[in-house]
Nanobody, 118 residues
């Protein structure tokens, strides 16, 4: 089983940057890719971006150019650097295994809340 622990969320003003972290532990051998998603209050999960074990990266249109996903394989961690945050991006952010459509997609950590407000 894979355990995922997100951190780094908080309350920030619009326009600032924030970096989220996700620590991955457990049976990580079979993980081919990881994703970041978010869930705004009263809304469903929205996929943001993903990173493959081999290093390839893909972004959703919503965050392309403002968010950067990265990883530190030695530390079994992935990160989400977010720039120019907007109030509508207030949400709980989750990391998870797989990409949309993958068999292992949908396994998330507990999430880390981000509030963007002036």
């Amino acid at each position: 089983e894979v355990q995922l622990v997100e951190s780094g969320g908080g309350s920030v003003q619009p326009g600032v940057s924030l970096r989220l972290s996700c620590s991955v532990s457990g049976f990580t051998f079979g993980i081919a890719a990881m994703s970041w998603v978010r869930q705004a209050p009263g809304e469903g999960l929205v996929w943001l971006c993903g990173i493959y074990r081999g290093g390839g990266i893909i972004y959703g249109n919503t965050v392309k150019g403002r968010f950067t996903i990265s990883r530190d394989s030695a530390k079994n961690s992935i990160f989400l650097q977010m720039h120019n945050l907007k109030p509508e991006e207030t949400a709980v952010y989750y990391c998870g295994t797989g990409l949309p459509g993958d068999r292992d997609y949908g396994h998330w950590g507990q999430g880390t809340p981000v509030t963007v407000s002036s």
